[in-house]
């Protein structure tokens, strides 16, 4: 009762306070709109589109009095970055309205702290080792001839999108001044348009007889990131880029939903640089940590003989292990090639809850006798 975190008078009192957070079984993108004039929210009926790049899940959703919910339904890894765009009628709005993102009320900050010594670490020391012999090894008993991967920061979601329809790399053509004149003159399927001060991009689709125009701008995936900004798109100087294709195909264009409905620009730049991460649609999202999985070593399934050093640090974890009737069980795992002592440490809980902990040391040596 004189724990102060637990206000028991209160529950004993049914005069439970509520809480400062809501707890949600599923995770949840929220915000709000406000017009960049007047600060009044978007019409109801305006759709909100998101979409994970480096996880390549998109969701949609509809406003209400200028608030958004958006479950994110699946589960998804690591740090990532997710892009939002605004269309009313079928009609791309980002640039009159601002869109927030509600931040979490739950301040979870690092507070591990850290000093550098003189002193060497034995583990550290021997994870290096460890890590330089396994790679000499690899290499030299390799077979295969190293080769460079060549993917460009617009592969990830080019692939998602089933390919591009359109390919053009800037050096096979003369250097124009200005991307208007590029699309002008060398892409093809894109048009360029321009009433009073506006600016357009369209892109169309050539059947065998007839001709498809989309209706609004496109996507833009510059430098792997989504964009809907037209304006920033014909601000790039052609001679910083190195590719530019598109997707201007029905049937892939039907397979993202309003995302894609009026085609998809990629822009590749020289130095992979070019888009602003910080933004008004694209925001940071932290999803879990994928599981670990054990990497554990049988040398009876191998069916030929490895000549790398077995220089592992951890031999064998097992998490949910349990004992028989008797309250034992068997262990069996493989050593490495490090000779000496290792330690078995054993952490658990009884059959009537209590926790328990012990370890042992073991001696590993060489074996002459094995084959």
């Known amino acids: 009762q004189k724990w102060q975190r637990t206000k028991w008078n209160a529950i004993l009192k049914n005069q439970i306070p509520s809480l400062l957070f809501p707890f949600q079984s599923s995770v949840t993108l929220t915000g709000h709109i406000t017009s960049k004039t007047s600060g009044l929210p978007p019409p109801d009926s305006t759709v909100i589109i998101s979409?994970?790049?480096?996880n390549t899940i998109g969701y949609e959703a509809y406003t209400k009095n200028g608030k958004f919910t958006i479950p994110l339904i699946f589960d998804f890894w690591g740090d990532d970055q997710i892009f939002c765009t605004l269309q009313h009628k079928s009609k791309n709005i980002d640039s009159d309205y601002d869109i927030f993102i509600v931040k979490d009320s739950i301040n979870i900050q690092d507070r591990w702290s850290?000093?550098?010594?003189?002193?060497?670490?034995?583990?550290?020391?021997?994870?290096?080792?460890?890590?330089?012999?396994?790679?000499?090894?690899?290499?030299?008993?390799?077979?295969?001839?190293?080769?460079?991967?060549?993917?460009?920061?617009n592969s990830i979601l080019e692939e998602e999108f089933l390919g591009a329809d359109a390919s053009i790399k800037i050096a096979d053509y003369l250097l124009f001044p200005t991307m208007e004149d590029l699309l002008r003159e060398v892409v093809p399927f894109v048009q360029f348009q321009k009433k009073g001060s506006k600016k357009n991009i369209r892109m169309s689709f050539r059947y065998e007889k007839s001709v498809k125009t989309?209706?609004?701008?496109?996507?833009?995936?510059?430098?792997?990131?989504?964009?809907?900004?037209t304006l920033y798109f014909l601000s790039i100087k052609p001679e910083n880029l190195l590719t530019i294709k598109g997707i201007n195909n029905p049937n892939?264009?039907?397979?993202?939903?309003s995302l894609g409905e009026n085609g998809i620009i990629f822009l590749e730049s020289?130095?992979?640089?070019?888009?602003?991460?910080?933004?008004?649609?694209?925001?940071?999202?932290?999803?879990?940590?994928?599981?670990?999985?054990?990497?554990?070593?049988?040398?009876?399934?191998?069916t030929k003989s490895q000549r790398v050093p077995d220089l592992r640090s951890n031999y064998y974890w097992a998490p949910a292990l349990k004992t028989g009737k008797s309250g034992s069980t068997d262990v069996t795992f493989f050593?490495?090639?490090?000779?000496?002592?290792?330690?078995?440490q054993v952490e658990g809980l009884t059959k009537g809850g209590i926790p328990f902990r012990t370890e042992k040391?073991?001696?590993?040596?060489?074996?002459p006798t094995r084959k």
Do not use: C, H, W
């Open 335 to 344: 050593a490495g090639d490090d000779t000496g002592s290792i330690i078995v």
């Open 270 to 302: 020289k130095k992979g640089n070019l888009f602003p991460i910080v933004g008004n649609n694209i925001f940071p999202i932290a999803g879990q940590s994928r599981a670990v999985n054990f990497f554990e070593t049988d040398y009876i399934k191998t």
């Open 114 to 153: 850290s000093s550098e010594t003189t002193k060497t670490s034995a583990y550290g020391e021997f994870a290096f080792n460890q890590q330089i012999i396994t790679k000499s090894y690899s290499f030299f008993g390799s077979t295969q001839n190293a080769s460079v991967s060549d993917q460009g920061p």
């Open 51 to 54: 979409f994970l790049q480096k």
């Open 252 to 257: 892939k264009l039907d397979q993202l939903g």
């Open 361 to 367: 040391t073991i001696n590993v040596e060489y074996n």
């Open 214 to 229: 989309y209706g609004d701008d496109p996507l833009y995936i510059i430098d792997g990131f989504m964009s809907r900004n």
